[in-house]
């Protein structure tokens, strides 16, 4: 049962938006790859909270 609770967890998510948009740790080690990832990562997050936006505010005026 303990493994079934644990795939509905959402503290992760919430520590990986909290990661991706603040300032790069200078203790950990980062490479092209990384940063490109969260980058990409960045614009789709973004992307998707405008398309909810809209997407409510043209549910709430109709």
Same mark, same amino acid.
């Given at each position: 049962?303990?493994?079934?609770?644990?795939?509905?967890?959402?503290?992760?998510?919430? =520590?990986?938006?909290?990661?991706? $948009?603040?300032?790069?740790?200078?203790?950990?080690?980062?490479s #092209?790859?990384?940063?490109?990832m969260?980058?990409?990562?960045?614009? =789709?997050?973004?992307?998707?909270? $405008?398309?909810?936006?809209?997407?409510?505010?043209r549910?709430? #005026?109709?």
């Amino acid at each position: 049962m303990n493994r079934f609770i644990d795939y509905f967890k959402i503290g992760p998510v919430f =520590s990986y938006f909290f990661r991706v $948009f603040r300032k790069p740790d200078p203790n950990h080690p980062t490479s #092209v790859n990384l940063r490109m990832m969260h980058g990409i990562n960045r614009i =789709s997050i973004v992307m998707f909270l $405008f398309a909810i936006i809209v997407y409510t505010v043209r549910h709430c #005026v109709r």
